[in-house]
């Protein structure tokens, strides 16, 4: 089964920020998480119900939806500020 990866619209903006090496290294994260999207790290505490992945020196945070078959990109940040 591959997922859709769908971005928050802030998320979009985001990423579009990013230098292009760093683009690259987060769409190639995009297009594992399409193929198993349970490999990342699943969260607890207020971050329950999202997973994340490395994407270095970046994280992307996510939700899994897996009736509709959606990754839903909810948070792209630098890693000393992710958990902010």
């Known amino acids: 089964m591959v997922y859709k990866i769908i971005l928050a619209p802030s998320e979009k903006k985001e990423f579009d920020k990013l230098r292009k090496e760093i683009q690259q ?18 969260l607890r505490g207020e971050y329950a119900g999202t997973w994340a992945v490395r994407a270095w020196p970046y994280r ?25």
């Not at 999207?37 to 699943?42: A, D, F, L, V």
């Not at 945070?61 to 990754?71: C, N, R, W």
């Open 25 to 42: 290294k987060v769409f190639t994260v995009f297009e594992f998480l399409s193929i198993d999207p349970y490999s990342g790290k699943k």
């Open 60 to 84: 992307v945070m996510y939700q899994i939806f897996e009736t509709k078959l959606v990754v839903y990109i909810v948070r792209i940040r630098h890693r000393k500020n992710v958990y902010r």
